[in-house]
């Protein structure tokens, strides 16, 4: 593993972003989402971040297990019912309980948020020089387009 791929790694474990981690591990922000991607394809790359993500879940003892179980235990505790000051039955935290059941739901993939999409344009005069550069860089020669 290169010393840049390391360094993709180790900022890819800080907020799970490839094109943020490509960034701060020094590629260039230009290319960061195509670099992200492409380190996260590479077999030993993915398999460093697992080996990471494994060693911290055993070191903090934080499984997705636990993070749900604690979500469940907070629904139940927030839907428990109590009477306020006039007497009248009430859930003791409607807004606890609602956030909880929406990360039950986002786990259980229930439903989709919405994706927002950036496009990029590109000139062919900067699309024929990506293509010369990375022509050049792999090495081959001749005409490309």
Not at 70 to 79: N, R, V
Not at 100 to 117: I, S
Not at 125 to 132: G, N, P, T, Y
Request: with cysteine; net charge neutral.
């Amino acid at each position: 593993m290169t010393p840049k791929q390391a360094a993709f790694v180790e900022e890819y474990l800080i907020d799970l972003n490839a094109t943020q981690a490509a960034i701060r591990a020094g590629y260039s922000a230009k290319t960061a989402g195509w670099i992200g991607n492409q380190q996260l394809a590479k077999t030993h790359v993915s398999a460093a971040i697992a080996k990471r993500m494994e060693d911290r879940s055993k070191r903090t003892e934080i499984t997705q297990d636990r993070v749900l179980t604690d979500i469940e235990l907070i629904k139940q505790d927030a839907m428990r019912k109590a009477y306020d000051k006039n007497g009248n039955e009430a859930m003791i935290n409607h807004t606890s309980a609602l956030k909880a059941c929406e990360l039950q739901g986002r786990h259980l993939q229930m439903w989709n948020d919405k994706v927002a999409l950036t496009i990029e344009t590109t000139t062919d005069e900067e699309l024929h020089a990506r293509i010369a550069e990375l022509a050049r860089k792999a090495g081959i020669t001749g005409a490309i387009i």
